[in-house]
């Protein structure tokens, strides 16, 4: 199996930026995307940006157009998510997730497609 360890939650005030980061370990070798989601209380657990770390595709939501980043470093296996222009609605637990997808061109992966899961880190926007 993979582990997933996420860092870089924290508070910020609207308008200021974080940097997510997760840093796969582990049975990394069937791992061919690597994503970010968000969940925040009382809500479903959506999806944010992922990237397919051979090809290099990457996907955002809506909500993330723009504003948030991911990349990814092959030699450390850790992947990236820059979030700028925070909004209280970005307010969330955040976790990664990684896993061997199937690239549905043009759509970001879902959350049953992803095989592992870090623990989460906390951002929290305040106005």
């Known amino acids: 199996r993979a582990q997933l360890v996420e860092s870089g939650g924290g508070s910020v005030q609207a308008g200021g930026s974080l940097r997510l980061s997760c840093t796969a370990s582990?049975?990394?070798?069937?791992?061919?995307?690597m994503g970010w989601f968000r969940q925040a209380p009382g809500t479903e657990r959506e999806g944010v940006a992922a990237?397919?770390?051979?090809?290099?595709?990457?996907y955002y939501a809506d909500s993330a157009k723009g504003r948030f980043t991911i990349s990814h470093d092959k030699a450390t296996n850790t992947v990236y998510l820059q979030m700028n222009v925070l909004k209280p609605e970005d307010t969330a637990m955040y976790y990664c997730?990684?896993?061997?997808?199937?690239?549905?061109?043009?759509?970001?992966?879902?959350?049953?497609?992803?095989?592992?899961w870090g623990q989460g880190t906390q951002v929290t926007v305040s106005s």
């Open positions: 990237i397919y770390t051979g090809g290099g595709s990457i």
């Open positions: 582990g049975y990394t070798y069937s791992i061919n995307c």
């Open positions: 997730a990684a896993g061997d997808l199937m690239e549905d061109l043009g759509k970001l992966p879902r959350k049953y497609e992803y095989n592992y």
